[in-house]
């Protein structure tokens, strides 16, 4: 993760490093993303980004980091509007989440960052949730935003297994839209129908 050199710097050079690193990993994939182009799109020395950063991985996981942590942010501010509906809440989410995806600014970058969703497994560089202490206090906001009378008592028990299965099921609703050019109406009638299952259970 960043050093505090970095988190010190002015609002507006961290942007132009962020901005350069997203340009970069937008357009390959993590293993073949240069370093060299990115100081050069931010107009930083090689030298201080290694005073920012350990290496590449580093800036690809704290960039995600900022994604994950506005995405859970997001959600919370669904959950409200749904006065606390963790369904409708992740209905809405996954419909701003496959628009952005969708976006022609944005498909590079994502397209790639599902190609390389392997890396979570090896270095925690992925689509995880709730591992930052920043995103640790977001989840206690999160969950006292739900609706727990909704829930059954298993879900109460365990609404972070909760959150993670239907962020899942989001994630994997988006990806034959960005990949496959699914109809985006198909998807998401695939997606409500994956939450109806859950929201009923799939016992009689």
Same mark, same amino acid.
């Given at each position: 993760?960043?050093?505090?050199?970095?988190? @010190?710097?002015?609002?507006?050079?961290?942007?132009?490093?962020?901005?350069?690193?997203?340009?970069?990993?937008? %357009?390959? %994939?993590?293993?073949?993303?240069?370093?060299?182009?990115? =100081?050069?799109?931010?107009?930083?020395?090689?030298?201080?980004?290694?005073?920012?950063?350990?290496?590449?991985?580093?800036?690809?996981?704290?960039?995600?980091?900022?994604? %994950?942590?506005?995405?859970?942010? #997001?959600? =919370?501010?669904? $959950? @409200? %509007?749904?006065?606390?509906?963790? #369904?409708?809440?992740?209905?809405?989410?996954?419909?701003?989440?496959?628009?952005?995806? $969708? $976006?022609?600014? /944005?498909?590079?970058?994502?397209?790639?960052?599902?190609?390389?969703? @392997?890396?979570?497994?090896?270095?925690?560089?992925?689509?995880?949730?709730? /591992?930052?202490?920043?995103?640790?206090?977001?989840?206690?906001?999160?969950?006292?935003?739900?609706?727990?009378?909704?829930?059954?008592?298993?879900?109460?028990?365990? =609404?972070?297994?909760?959150?993670?299965?239907?962020?899942? =099921?989001?994630?994997?609703?988006?990806?034959?839209?960005?990949?496959?050019?699914?109809?985006?109406?198909?998807?998401?009638?695939?997606?409500?129908?994956?939450?109806? $299952?859950?929201?009923?259970?799939?016992?009689?």
């Amino acid at each position: 993760m960043p050093s505090k050199t970095f988190l @010190n710097l002015k609002e507006e050079k961290k942007k132009k490093l962020l901005d350069a690193a997203k340009k970069e990993f937008s %357009r390959v %994939r993590l293993a073949d993303a240069s370093i060299n182009k990115i =100081i050069k799109e931010a107009d930083i020395s090689r030298g201080s980004f290694y005073m920012y950063f350990n290496d590449k991985e580093d800036l690809y996981a704290y960039l995600l980091s900022e994604h %994950r942590i506005n995405g859970i942010k #997001i959600l =919370i501010d669904c $959950l @409200n %509007r749904s006065k606390g509906d963790i #369904i409708k809440a992740y209905e809405e989410l996954y419909t701003i989440f496959l628009n952005k995806c $969708l $976006l022609e600014k /944005e498909k590079g970058f994502f397209k790639n960052v599902f190609q390389n969703a @392997n890396l979570y497994m090896e270095n925690k560089t992925g689509f995880c949730c709730f /591992e930052s202490n920043e995103e640790k206090v977001l989840f206690q906001k999160l969950e006292d935003a739900i609706d727990k009378e909704k829930l059954s008592s298993e879900a109460k028990e365990s =609404i972070k297994d909760m959150l993670m299965l239907l962020f899942d =099921i989001t994630i994997k609703n988006v990806i034959p839209p960005l990949f496959l050019e699914v109809n985006k109406k198909e998807a998401q009638h695939h997606f409500q129908r994956s939450l109806k $299952l859950i929201k009923g259970g799939i016992y009689k």
